[in-house]
């Protein structure tokens, strides 16, 4: 079945150092990858997605990679700081079966950045 | 803020009793999603309604109904509680498109339920 592998499960960095975060989708089909950023008792916060037809998309020190051969995406955070703190969430959806839009999440990361 | 609200924030209740939680979408948005959000389970996708028809199920347990009103807003209904539904249910919402656009979800507050 569909599934998404995260890791590391957590993450601690200090501040400054870049942080990386790795997922891997068993859908073929996939072709909407978003990161969501979830903090302490709120709900998770769209950061970045990338769609199949793109490789790499940037954003500020947030950068999202793609290879779909392999299956793979990866978030990279640059110049971390204390509030980016929080738990990572990447997810793959295909969004082409007639309005089916379902996202599949990977278990999470917890990135702890210590000044 | 997303745009998304949902009610109550948090609930308390007793194993067999029936709940319902509500959910508004982003102004304009006509997809809704429910999530599930469990220590064990992590982030699990449970039914999605666009204009109001069902458009997608996934892990929901028969106990647990949802619907969309003409108005939009999204009622998720858990009967015959268990002590395992304890969890963090979330809604999300998108513009909707019946081809189904890699739309961008937007996620409400949550509602933490607890069953005792």
């Known amino acids: 079945g569909e599934n998404v592998e995260q890791h590391p499960s957590t993450l601690s960095v200090q501040e400054g150092d870049s942080a990386v975060i790795k997922c891997t989708y068993s859908d073929s089909a996939s072709n909407y990858f978003p990161w969501y950023k979830q903090e302490l008792g709120k709900g998770p916060q769209l950061i970045i997605d990338?769609?199949?037809?793109?490789g790499e998309k940037k954003d500020q020190r947030i950068a999202v990679t793609l290879n779909k051969t392999a299956k793979h995406f990866s978030l990279h955070i640059t110049e971390t700081q204390p509030e980016d703190s929080a738990v990572y969430f990447c997810?793959?959806?295909?969004?082409?079966?007639?309005?089916?839009?379902?996202?599949?999440f990977g278990a999470g990361t917890r990135l702890a950045v210590h000044p | 803020d997303s745009g998304v609200t949902q009610t109550p924030k948090h609930l308390i209740t007793a194993t067999g009793q029936r709940v319902t939680l509500r959910c508004s979408p982003r102004s304009g948005d006509l997809s809704v999603y429910w999530y599930q959000q469990s220590l064990d389970q992590g982030l699990q996708f449970l039914i999605q309604?666009?204009?109001?028809?069902?458009?997608a199920k996934g892990n929901i347990l028969e106990r647990f109904s949802a619907q969309q009103f003409p108005d939009l807003h999204s009622e998720l209904n858990l009967s015959s509680l268990e002590l395992g539904d304890s969890a963090l249910y979330f809604c999300?919402?998108?513009?909707?498109?019946?081809?189904?656009?890699?739309?961008?979800?937007?996620f409400g507050p949550g509602t933490r339920l607890l069953v005792l």
């Open positions: 309604y666009y204009n109001g028809e069902e458009r």
């Open positions: 990338i769609r199949s037809n793109v």
């Open positions: 997810a793959a959806s295909n969004g082409f079966s007639g309005g089916y839009n379902k996202l599949i």
């Open positions: 999300a919402s998108s513009v909707g498109a019946l081809a189904g656009s890699q739309e961008t979800q937007y």
